[in-house]
């Protein structure tokens, strides 16, 4: 077997020069913003992340077992001193591996048997509250608008009730009901 042990020439990398290729972004403040914004949340990139808990961070898809995989996190502390823009910058250079997924998420993270850190995106079941509270409020401005018509009114005086379909006001109780199947 031949080996390459005499060749003993050190590779060296200067990641300090900054080529076109390098930033991706085109901007002159991408080292600069996301630097500051190292420095200012490097202890919790540092840190042991918890089973079960929530990180804002990036998650990459991982088609081959079908599982999304912590990329990288950020505090809510450092993530509310700048910009959206910033932060994403900042998340995809000091990420763990290259994500063609770049939205920023809630994650709560579940650290498998074999140590691989994987994740459930929450931000998905926010827009769908989001989305499902719009049409409920919409439908009970209806009704309260309907019942305050006079034939309503009337109604209500007459027999104490109002009118087929304005007795009940629809509520965030039970508004993802159709998902509990």
Same mark, same amino acid.
């Given at each position: 077997?031949?080996?390459?042990?005499?060749?003993?020439?050190?590779? @060296? #990398?200067?990641?300090?020069?900054?080529?076109?290729?390098?930033?991706?972004?085109?901007?002159?403040?991408?080292?600069?913003?996301?630097?500051?914004?190292?420095?200012?949340?490097?202890?919790?990139?540092?840190?042991?992340? &918890? !089973?079960?808990?929530?990180?804002?961070?990036?998650?990459?898809?991982?088609?081959?077992?079908?599982?999304?995989?912590?990329?990288?996190?950020?505090?809510?502390?450092? @993530?509310?001193? !700048?910009?959206?823009?910033?932060?994403?910058?900042?998340?995809?250079?000091?990420?763990?591996?290259?994500?063609?997924? !770049?939205?920023?998420?809630?994650?709560? &993270?579940?650290?498998?048997?074999?140590?691989?850190?994987?994740?459930?995106?929450?931000?998905?079941?926010?827009?769908?509250?989001?989305? !499902?509270?719009?049409?409920?409020?919409?439908?009970?401005?209806?009704? #309260?608008?309907?019942?305050?018509?006079? $034939? $309503?009114?009337?109604?209500?005086?007459?027999?104490?009730?109002?009118?087929?379909?304005?007795?009940?006001?629809?509520?965030?109780?039970?508004? &993802?009901?159709? @998902?509990?199947?």
């Amino acid at each position: 077997m031949d080996s390459d042990s005499d060749n003993d020439d050190i590779l @060296y #990398i200067d990641s300090d020069i900054d080529t076109d290729s390098d930033n991706e972004f085109g901007d002159d403040d991408f080292d600069h913003d996301s630097d500051l914004i190292y420095r200012q949340d490097e202890e919790h990139l540092d840190s042991e992340k &918890l !089973h079960n808990s929530y990180y804002i961070g990036l998650c990459n898809i991982y088609s081959f077992r079908k599982t999304m995989l912590f990329v990288n996190s950020i505090s809510t502390r450092t @993530y509310y001193k !700048h910009s959206h823009e910033n932060i994403l910058k900042y998340l995809k250079n000091y990420s763990i591996f290259r994500t063609s997924r !770049h939205i920023i998420e809630i994650m709560q &993270l579940k650290i498998l048997q074999n140590g691989t850190y994987s994740v459930i995106i929450k931000t998905h079941w926010l827009k769908m509250v989001q989305r !499902h509270w719009k049409k409920t409020y919409k439908h009970r401005m209806s009704i #309260i608008k309907q019942r305050h018509t006079p $034939s $309503s009114i009337f109604m209500v005086q007459q027999t104490g009730r109002y009118p087929a379909g304005l007795n009940v006001i629809p509520t965030i109780h039970g508004m &993802l009901r159709q @998902y509990s199947k």
